[in-house]
């Protein structure tokens, strides 16, 4: 149940944007990114699978974990939460939709112009020179650049790694100028993406964190709390607009 105050806000909100994290596709069936290290996975730690060093120690571990989640990502679907953003890029004025994920779903929901912070699943790039490769063989054996000969990885974020700077720099922008900040389905702990929410509140957007549990989020004077799952908080928000 969204407060009034809040459902308020959002009607008027002229300027809105969005940053959503792994659990906005939770009820997709793509396990959060903390809770993707279960079943055969569990005996590893973060880090022995979404950095550098680990990719350079042990290259056919990290690809076959990647491998194993583009496969689950590609049957999954997009679900109520993401429909919902895509409907309501199509009632604000101005949105900006900024995503941790590397799943693609917001894109297969509808959503135009996604500010993808973390890079995508779906691409592969070469290790050495750094070219998105789009012909490999897609197999449990790491493939080669057909150029350099270098290993091809995910083009995703790893830890330690910059995040793509026209990304930032759009995100950080569209923090500045919101109205209303949705901070959706994220634990919030990964930098620099956490500090999106901060900047907004700073510039005086109001926050709104939606997301089951309100564990290790910020608390301030700007930021409100709406405790649910995103497919059934996010079509509620929309339900809310006008024609919504
Ligand atoms: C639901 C739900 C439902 C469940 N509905 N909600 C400053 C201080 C300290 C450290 C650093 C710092 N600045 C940089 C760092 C280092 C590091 C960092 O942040 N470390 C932290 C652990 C502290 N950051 C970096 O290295 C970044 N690079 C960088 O800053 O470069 C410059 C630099 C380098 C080195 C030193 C200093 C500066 C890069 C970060 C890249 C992150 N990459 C990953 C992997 C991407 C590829 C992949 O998917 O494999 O991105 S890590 C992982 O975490 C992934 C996610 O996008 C990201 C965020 O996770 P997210 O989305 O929040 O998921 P969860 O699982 O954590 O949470 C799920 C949430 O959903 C929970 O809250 C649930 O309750 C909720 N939920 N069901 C709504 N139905
Ligand atoms: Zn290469």
Request: glycine letters at 8%; charged letters at 20%.
């Amino acid at each position: 149940m969204i407060p009034a105050a809040l459902a308020a806000l959002l009607q008027q909100a002229k300027r809105i944007a969005v940053l959503t994290g792994a659990g906005v596709s939770a009820e997709s069936g793509i396990p959060t990114f903390r809770d993707a290290l279960s079943g055969l996975w569990s005996s590893f730690r973060v880090e022995d699978l979404a950095t550098p060093e680990a990719f350079a120690r042990n290259p056919g571990l990290v690809w076959r974990w990647y491998r194993a989640r583009r496969h689950t990502i590609a049957e999954a679907r997009p679900n109520p939460g993401h429909y919902a953003l895509a409907a309501m890029q199509a009632r604000v004025p101005h949105f900006a939709l900024i995503t941790q994920n590397v799943d693609g779903l917001h894109e297969r929901a509808g959503s135009t112009d996604v500010i993808e912070l973390h890079g995508s699943i779906a691409r592969v790039k070469c290790s050495g020179c750094d070219q998105v490769v789009r012909e490999y063989a897609d197999t449990d054996d790491v493939p080669s650049c057909p150029d350099c000969a270098g290993l091809l990885r995910p083009d995703v974020v790893w830890f330690g790694e910059l995040l793509p700077a026209a990304a930032m720099e759009r995100a950080q922008r569209a923090a500045c100028e919101a109205d209303v900040f949705l901070s959706v389905g994220t634990s919030n702990i990964v930098e620099p993406a956490a500090s999106l929410p901060r900047t907004a509140a700073r510039s005086g957007a109001t926050v709104i964190v939606v997301n089951p549990s309100r564990e290790g989020q910020r608390e301030g004077r700007n930021v409100h709390f709406v405790l649910g799952p995103a497919g059934e908080v996010l079509p509620e928000m929309v339900r809310g607009f006008v024609g919504g």
